[in-house]
């Protein structure tokens, strides 16, 4: 029988409105995937008690993970680039040179489709297994029809077999094909790529850069996913300030994610559209650049949320509890802030109401960490912190 009710919780922590609110002594209770009671454990109502149970032994408890923005869908891996990035050559000198993204797409579209959803799925699992709960995945080293296409299948490969909730995006204006005229590409998108998948995706989402899409380029990439009712996300001022926030508030995006060089009067522009900015720290640790100043971008009011952004290039990475301990180590998050983020503010920029907290209706995902705060996150940043992860209503074994 499935576990429908935590017990002994030493405190669960939760987002509520802009903070975290601790319950203690507390127990959880679900039916199916939805949570049906959750506070003291000597509020408990009789009737829930004989569930089958998870003992926590005074453990924290915290909602599930959501990771944002992930583009754990790839082919081969770039640690041959990674070496000459640390001998000083840049993201855009490599990329200019047929590396980066580009020498993904060629080993995304070489690699037959089983072969990458063995390695995603057993990314998206290691994710699963530290906490996450929902992960975002983005297509992007298709560049074509076909292998955006066969991303989508890898995708929902990865949907059909892990434990956890998956959000597709399409993510086709991540670069120009080799070989293909940039006004071409950008016609062929609008009219063609993007009318073709929108309806297998949530989400489009552009690379908005200026060394990728212009401002232009992406709005009209944007413009005609809005019309088939996807929701927007926009990789903006990431390499440098380009504009790519200032679009997304204008377009009312869910997410601008990045953000490395926005400036003050973009954030206001995104807490006005209510666009969530999520940030990547993994993005900044493994380019060796300097980290966005979270505390700030949160002091602005807009709503936060953190992510791993995995991907080959930029970002390496896989689990939530490293992002925390970034967010409040180098980005200058509080731990409560950083819990949100990684929380509420994930399901926030992903428009799923469902969940990122603990409370009565939302989604039974939940994770009992070894010790009795949550702080331990990133005050052990390289512990190992989960005891158990209940996802969707379903213990995960281990
Ligand atoms: O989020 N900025 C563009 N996209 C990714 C990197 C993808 C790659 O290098 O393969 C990012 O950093
Ligand atoms: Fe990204």
Request: glycine share 10%; with cysteine; proline share 5%.
């Amino acid at each position: 029988m499935t576990a429908r009710l935590l017990t002994n919780i030493g405190r669960f922590f939760t987002p509520r409105d802009r903070s975290i609110r601790s319950v203690e002594d507390a127990a959880i209770a679900w039916d199916g995937d939805t949570i049906d009671w959750a506070g003291p454990a000597s509020e408990l109502p009789a009737g829930l008690a004989d569930r089958d149970t998870i003992d926590c032994e005074g453990r924290a408890v915290v909602p599930g993970f959501v990771d944002s923005h992930t583009h754990l869908v790839f082919g081969g891996d770039r640690s041959a680039e990674f070496a000459r990035r640390l001998g000083g050559e840049s993201y855009e000198s490599l990329a200019d040179g047929g590396g980066g993204i580009q020498a993904t797409v060629a080993a995304t579209r070489a690699a037959p489709t089983e072969e990458l959803a063995r390695a995603a799925l057993a990314r998206v699992s290691r994710m699963a297994t530290a906490g996450t709960t929902t992960v975002e995945i983005k297509t992007g080293y298709g560049l074509d029809v076909e292998h955006e296409a066969k991303m989508l299948d890898v995708i929902d490969a990865v949907d059909a077999d892990a434990p956890v909730d998956i959000v597709p995006t399409l993510l086709a204006a991540h670069a120009f094909p080799r070989g293909v005229d940039r006004v071409e590409y950008v016609r062929f998108l609008v009219d063609e790529l993007v009318p073709a998948l929108a309806d297998r995706v949530a989400f489009c989402d552009v690379f908005c850069d200026p060394a990728a899409f212009s401002v232009e380029e992406s709005a009209r990439v944007l413009e005609v996913a809005a019309k088939k009712d996807l929701g927007l996300r926009v990789h903006a001022d990431q390499l440098s300030h380009g504009g790519g926030a200032a679009l997304a508030a204008s377009l009312g995006a869910a997410s601008a994610d990045h953000l490395d060089h926005a400036a003050e009067a973009d954030l206001d522009a995104l807490r006005r559209s209510g666009t969530v900015a999520v940030l990547v720290p993994g993005a900044s640790l493994s380019s060796r650049l300097p980290f966005v100043d979270a505390a700030a971008v949160w002091q602005t009011g807009v709503e936060v949320a953190i992510a791993t952004d995995c991907n080959p290039g930029t970002s390496y990475l896989e689990t939530m509890p490293f992002v925390i301990a970034l967010a409040v180590l180098e980005m200058g998050m509080s731990p409560d802030q950083a819990l949100w983020a990684a929380t509420r503010g994930g399901a926030r920029s992903l428009r799923l109401d469902d969940r990122g907290a603990i409370e009565v209706g939302a989604r039974a995902d939940l994770v009992v960490l070894e010790g009795d705060h949550h702080v331990d996150l990133s005050y052990r940043p390289d512990g190992n912190h989960v005891r158990h992860v209940i996802a969707g209503g379903v213990p995960l074994p281990g």
